[in-house]
């Protein structure tokens, strides 16, 4: 199949993205670089450093295009998003809602105080990447994607209905359909362990942190939708692992860090859900077309080789002289990169 990409990775910085950077290199032609370091990438210039820091921790022999973003505060400015468009290496800004995610705190408070700043999105043409939860305590957890299209993605689309959206990452049916009914510029990404498992992978046997991630794994209805998102074949449906490593004792926690790794083994992976239903031929056009096709960017000439073959992924990988446990950890894979 035609190399893929990857639409959402969280890479981080230092000793965690020596560890992580290679996994994602060896799968996917480019990737959407999330913001989320602390202190947050805000700036051209600090999205500049860091691509020059994931370039330098690429290995000699592989060839790897980050493709970075800004991650939007309350401070951003329409000038930094001019700048950002003629960077040519900053292909979108990321909103993380205030307290929504890991490193969200410096997220935005009030999307109406950036409103300026999404008008200049919309009319240079950078999209905006959204983590569509909101974070009121009051709302369930189970509600908050849900919500966050109500009360927050549907007034924005409507003040500025040609503004490029990629909804992140979407667990249920609701964001899928609402995406499904939207106009070409509303996108989404969808992971890869929220079209393996439903919320019941976080209680199975006992408490799971390494299931435990943001927005949080929904009920199988919802599992359902999104696979059959996946394989429809739409356009607006592409490829985003999320992959989101933590440290070991990070995740082992009374109060464990969201997210899941899973560049070891996403393309893989993403292979079992096709083939499961019954969708293989779909899996090139979602992993390999849509995301270059709304980004305005080529398609990878190159191809990769997936063979029908398991193989066992490590109980533990290494990051420095911690442990991160991957998806799947000492568990079978059914799928293989050639
Ligand atoms: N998805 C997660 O559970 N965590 C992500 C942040 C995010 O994508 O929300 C992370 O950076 O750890
Ligand atoms: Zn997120
Ligand atoms: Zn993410």
Excluded at 22 to 34: E, G, K, L, N, S
Excluded at 133 to 153: K, S
Excluded at 216 to 243: I, Q, Y
Excluded at 293 to 318: H, I, M, S
Aim: net charge negative; charged share 20%.
């Amino acid at each position: 199949m035609t190399r893929p990409d990857d639409w959402h990775v969280h890479l981080r910085d230092g000793d965690m993205l020596a560890t992580v950077l290679p996994d994602t290199a060896q799968r996917f032609a480019r990737a959407i670089v999330m913001p989320n370091l602390k202190p947050p990438v805000r700036t051209v210039a600090e999205a500049s450093a860091y691509r020059e820091r994931i370039l330098a921790a690429l290995p000699a022999e592989m060839r790897f295009e980050p493709l970075m973003t800004l991650y939007l505060t309350d401070k951003t400015s329409p000038e930094d998003i001019r700048q950002a468009k003629s960077s040519g290496f900053i292909h979108a800004v990321k909103y993380y809602p205030a307290g929504a995610t890991t490193n969200s705190d410096s997220g935005v408070t009030d999307i109406h105080r950036v409103a300026a700043v999404l008008e200049t999105m919309q009319e240079v043409g950078l999209p905006l990447l959204v983590h569509g939860e909101v974070t009121d305590t009051d709302i369930d957890i189970f509600d908050r994607e849900a919500v966050f299209i109500e009360r927050i993605l549907v007034p924005l689309l409507e003040r500025l209905p040609r503004l490029r959206v990629v909804l992140e990452h979407i667990t249920t049916a609701q964001a899928a359909a609402f995406v499904t009914a939207a106009a070409a510029n509303v996108a989404a990404t969808i992971t890869v362990h929220h079209l393996l498992y439903n919320r019941n992978a976080m209680f199975q046997g006992g408490i799971r942190p390494h299931a435990y991630c943001l927005p949080v794994l929904k009920r199988e209805s919802h599992r359902l939708a999104l696979v059959a998102a996946a394989t429809s074949g739409n356009p607006k449906f592409f490829l985003g692992t999320d992959s989101a490593p933590h440290l070991r004792h990070d995740k082992e926690s009374s109060c464990g860090c969201a997210g899941i790794y899973s560049a070891h083994a996403a393309l893989e992976l993403y292979a079992e859900v096709f083939e499961q239903a019954g969708a293989l031929d779909k899996l090139e056009a979602f992993a390999s077309f849509h995301g270059p096709d709304f980004y305005g960017l080529p398609r990878n000439q190159e191809q990769v080789t997936l063979v029908k073959q398991p193989w066992t992924v490590p109980a533990a990988l290494k990051a420095g002289d911690h442990a991160l446990i991957p998806l799947r950890a000492g568990e079978t894979v059914g799928w293989h990169l050639a």
